[in-house]
Every structure is written in structure tokens, then in C-alpha cells.
């Protein structure tokens, strides 16, 4: 921390004035020799840069020429931290400073405690222009940052926070990040925190963070019908437990219970919910009707149900279940070098009508497929010319899906097929890219687009290896559209 010096004001306002001269004749003079050394072969930069840096951090640290002092103060303390300062410098970075060290040269600062036990930090990026911060420091340096005015700091934190998403904390972090991207209205950030949930779910749904999820985050997650979990059984079993610790008002508490998708559970797991469950007891009027109509779902064709109730809803769409009958996991070791094939098999359909119906799927993915337009044209046999050959590195990934079979059993029915994509961030595995396949299509047409699959350190690769989940959805014919 900067301390107090017995620099006397005039000189303190002299030495100031003189450090921003130098600076801003410095400045001026690196421009001036870069705009010299761009046409000069024989050109070399003299950067001293990092002793300015240094020498600017000392400034701060002994106060040297202080020509105004912050003190900042908080409610819980009678102590005040001071900071001899130069208006200069810190002008330069926030127009709420160059506001209040206008006419004044101290200013005293009512700071909560958190953000004041990072002032000092946020204090040395107005000098230095860097600072390291934890994952627990994000949201109240972002506070200072957004609260002065310091533009660069506040895109950055914001930039490390949509980063570090994926990061291992004690309490996790992404929750309390997402509910205070809604409070400063960062709709990037909020996107990127609710995508992480959504693709990650059964990670948090074990997590301590799962608790301090706010009832229009929950709301907002069981929308969706990404969700990447194991199944609607581990989804209810959570929101239960949510609702036992949080115990929300009635109305809300029927609106979570609303939005559990009960025909992607089976009738035997739906009687026992109904005997053991405290939760539905509790509230089994207010969902009565959607549990007679799951078990009318399982008991008729589906297509004998479709004709009296309308199924064109996210009720009867299957979310990402990570579940055995629903698709399979696929590691691909050294994805890069030929190409590779496997099968599986999946339910037809969500309904128990289905459920001893099965399809099987055969799967190929190749590293280096070219599209027609870069394929060997040969000329006519007068010149015999030929294109030259495309470059291995002109080919893209591709991952084709296609049933092995059909059957008049497939009638009414259409798949929708999705790619999860495992990579490894901060030591954790999770999902970072998904990719969804037309109803009808066999293919995504920018599956792994941007995935370098030469490199072994490529951010798409687990020791070498393509981590892949498959998922496949049956989707009957009147769910074209599902709400996401």
C-alpha cells in the first residue's frame, strides 16, 4: 500500500506535472519510432517498457510525487486505507476519477468490504495496466472496474470470467456469476454461464452450488431441452431436493414441477414418485393432470396418442440423456490419422410402447473428408489434365449417422441426433461444444469446424483422444418444433 510522505504540495504538484510530461513524451516517442522503423530493413526496437512499468509501480508504492490521496473507507471498519496517488495517471484511466480529482485533490471512497480489500489491486492497473485475480475476486473487481469506469478492466474480468466457466472451486462459481451478469444486464456473460449449465448439468445438479440456484435460473434451465444430464428421473430428483431447501412459494414451486418432462420417465419410476415423493404429494394437484397424461403417453402407440392429444411441445421431447438407451459414449484415439466406424443401438421412442424396440446405428468419422468442390476434376481425355491434388489439410472432420435398418416400426418417427464434444478444462472434463443434426440429415454440416486435429494440444482432444457422446432423440412427426 502506498504511504503517507513528507513531499511538500508545491514540489508534490511539480514532480507530478514532470512525470506526465515524461510519460506522454515517451508515448510520443515510441509512435515516432515505430512509424520510422516501418521502412528500414536494419530497424530494431529498444524496448524498455517493463523498467516504465516498474518504475511506475514504484511511483505508487512510495507515493513519490503525490499530488492527491484516495481514502477508502467501509462501513464494518473505523480504519480508512490511504493511496497517495497522480491525478495524471489516474484521469488517464477513469473519467470518474478525472471527475472528482478535478477541483480537489482529497477524496475520500465509501467502499463495500469486498471491493475494498481489492482497491489496492485496482489501484495498480491504473498504473501498471495488469492485475491477477482469483475466481472469487471476479465480481467485485468487475464492480470496481464498471463503478470508475475503467472500460479495459471490466471487458477483461468479464472476458476471464466466460474463460474460466469451467474452473474447480470449493463453493462453485458459475451460479453466482450468471445471477450477477442478470443484475449488471451482461447478456454475453449471462448467454455463456446458462450455455455452461445447461451442457454440464448433472456436474452442478452434485455440486454445493446447486442450492443458491435462484427459482428464474431453475425455470429457465428446465425450458431448455439441451440439458445434458442422465436422465428426467435425476432431473426431478434434484429439483425435489431444491425444493425441500429453498421452499419456494406455492405458485413458483408448481411452476418448477410444471416444467419436468414426466413422459421421459418411465410408468414404474412415476409410481414410485407418487408413493414416496413429499414434494408431488404435496403439490400432486397442481401436476395431476400431466402424470395422467404421461402414463396415457406410455400405455397407447404413440401415434394412437398423437391423434387425441397434441404432442407438438417440449413434454414429450427428450432432452441430451447420457442413459444407455438413449445413445453411447465414443473416444476416438489419434483422431487425426484414418478413418473409423462403430455402431450402437437406441430405444425407437420415449414411450414404454417402444421400449423393447430397438435401432442401430452405424457411425463414421473422418478426419480429412473433402467436400465435391475440392475433389480431382479430370479434364477431358484430348489434354488428359487434371487438377492438381487438394492438400490433406484441405479436408474437414466429418460424422455421418445413419440407421442400419428400417422397419415399419420407424413410421410416425423421425430422429434428431446430437454430437456432445468432451474437452478438458482446468483438469476437468465437460462439454464445451455440441453439435445437433437436422431431423433430416445424417450430418452436421459444421461438425468440428475449427478443430485442428493435427495438434496434440489441441483443445478438442483428451490425451489425444476425441471424446464423443451420440445422442439420439426420436421425435415423432407432429414435433417438428420443440422449444428450447
Known amino acids: 500500500?502506498?504511504?503517507?510522505?513528507?513531499?511538500?504540495?508545491?514540489?508534490?504538484?511539480?514532480?507530478g506535472c514532470t512525470a506526465a510530461a515524461f510519460l506522454l513524451l515517451l508515448l510520443t516517442v515510441q509512435a515516432a519510432q515505430k512509424a520510422d522503423l516501418s521502412g528500414d530493413a536494419a530497424a530494431a526496437t529498444i524496448n524498455h517498457s517493463p523498467t516504465?512499468?516498474?518504475?511506475?509501480?514504484?511511483?505508487?508504492?512510495?507515493?513519490?510525487?503525490?499530488?492527491?490521496?484516495l481514502w477508502v473507507r467501509t462501513a464494518a471498519s473505523d480504519e480508512a486505507k490511504v493511496f497517495h496517488t497522480h491525478q495524471l495517471l489516474l484521469s488517464l484511466q477513469s473519467e470518474v476519477f478525472e471527475s472528482l480529482l478535478r477541483n480537489q485533490s482529497v477524496v475520500t471512497l465509501h467502499e463495500p468490504p469486498e471491493t475494498a480489500a481489492l482497491f489496492e489491486k485496482f489501484i495498480r492497473y491504473l498504473y501498471c495496466g495488469g492485475v491477477s485475480i482469483l475466481l472469487h475476486q471476479a465480481i467485485p473487481m468487475h464492480q470496481l472496474a464498471s463503478k470508475y469506469r475503467v472500460w479495459g478492466l471490466q471487458r477483461g474480468v468479464a472476458d476471464y470470467m466466460k474463460s474460466h466457466l469451467a474452473s474447480e472451486s470449493s463453493q462453485g462459481h458459475v451460479v453466482g456469476w450468471y445471477h450477477y451478469a442478470v443484475r449488471i444486464g451482461d447478456a454475453a456473460l449471462q448467454e455463456s454461464c446458462l450455455q455452461f449449465?445447461?451442457?454440464?448439468?448433472?456436474?452442478?445438479?452434485?455440486?454445493?452450488?446447486?442450492?443458491?440456484?435462484?427459482?428464474?435460473?431453475?425455470l429457465l434451465l428446465l425450458e431448455r431441452s439441451d440439458l445434458v444430464l442422465h436422465s428426467e428421473?435425476?432431473?426431478?430428483?434434484?429439483?425435489?431436493?431444491?425444493?425441500?431447501?429453498?421452499?419456494?412459494?406455492?405458485?413458483?414451486a408448481e411452476r418448477v414441477l410444471r416444467a419436468i418432462r414426466y413422459p421421459m420417465i418411465a410408468p414404474s419410476q412415476l409410481f414410485r414418485l407418487q408413493a414416496q415423493s413429499a414434494v408431488l404429494a404435496r403439490h400432486h394437484g397442481a401436476v395431476q393432470d400431466l402424470l395422467f397424461q404421461a402414463f396415457q403417453f406410455h400405455a397407447a402407440s404413440p401415434l394412437h396418442f398423437a391423434k387425441y392429444f397434441d404432442v407438438n411441445c417440449s413434454m414429450f421431447l427428450p432432452r441430451n440423456y447420457l442413459a444407455p438407451s438413449w445413445?453411447?459414449?465414443?473416444?476416438?484415439?489419434?483422431?487425426?490419422?484414418?478413418?473409423?466406424?462403430?455402431?450402437?443401438?437406441?430405444?425407437?421412442?420415449?414411450?414404454?410402447?417402444?421400449?423393447g424396440k430397438r435401432v442401430t446405428w452405424n457411425v463414421l468419422f473422418s478426419p480429412r473428408w473433402l467436400p465435391v468442390s475440392l475433389r480431382p476434376v479430370y479434364a477431358d481425355s484430348a489434354s488428359g489434365?487434371?487438377?492438381?491434388?487438394?492438400?490433406?489439410?484441405?479436408?474437414?472432420?466429418?460424422?455421418?449417422?445413419?440407421?442400419?435398418?428400417?422397419?415399419?416400426?420407424?413410421?410416425?418417427?423421425s430422429f434428431q441426433k446430437t454430437v456432445l464434444v468432451g474437452v478438458r478444462q482446468q483438469g476437468r472434463v465437460l462439454v464445451k461444444h455440441v453439435y445437433s443434426f437436422h431431423q433430416s440429415s445424417d450430418e452436421v454440416a459444421d461438425f468440428l469446424a475449427h478443430a485442428d486435429l493435427q495438434k496434440?494440444?489441441?483443445?478438442?482432444?483428451?490425451?489425444?483422444?476425441?471424446?464423443?457422446?451420440?445422442?439420439?432423440?426420436?421425435?415423432?412427426?407432429?414435433?417438428?418444433k420443440a422449444k428450447k
Open 385 to 413: 489434365a487434371v487438377q492438381p491434388p487438394a492438400r490433406i489439410e484441405d479436408g474437414r472432420p466429418r460424422l455421418v449417422i445413419t440407421p442400419a435398418m428400417s422397419s415399419p416400426d420407424f413410421a410416425g418417427v
Open 1 to 15: 500500500m502506498a504511504r503517507l510522505t513528507g513531499t511538500q504540495p508545491g514540489a508534490a504538484r511539480r514532480w
Open 197 to 218: 449449465l445447461a451442457w454440464n448439468l448433472s456436474a452442478v445438479l452434485g455440486s454445493a452450488e446447486w442450492g443458491s440456484v435462484s427459482a428464474e435460473l431453475l
Open 327 to 355: 445413445g453411447s459414449q465414443w473416444v476416438i484415439n489419434n483422431p487425426a490419422r484414418d478413418d473409423r466406424s462403430m455402431s450402437f443401438q437406441t430405444q425407437l421412442g420415449p414411450s414404454s410402447h417402444d421400449a
Open 52 to 69: 516504465l512499468l516498474q518504475r511506475l509501480q514504484e511511483l505508487l508504492q512510495n507515493g513519490n510525487g503525490s499530488d492527491s490521496v
Open 456 to 480: 496434440r494440444t489441441s483443445e478438442y482432444l483428451i490425451d489425444n483422444s476425441l471424446h464423443l457422446h451420440i445422442v439420439v432423440k426420436p421425435v415423432y412427426h407432429s414435433l417438428i
Open 233 to 252: 428421473l435425476e432431473l426431478y430428483t434434484a429439483v425435489e431436493g431444491w425444493l425441500g431447501r429453498r421452499q419456494p412459494e406455492g405458485p413458483v
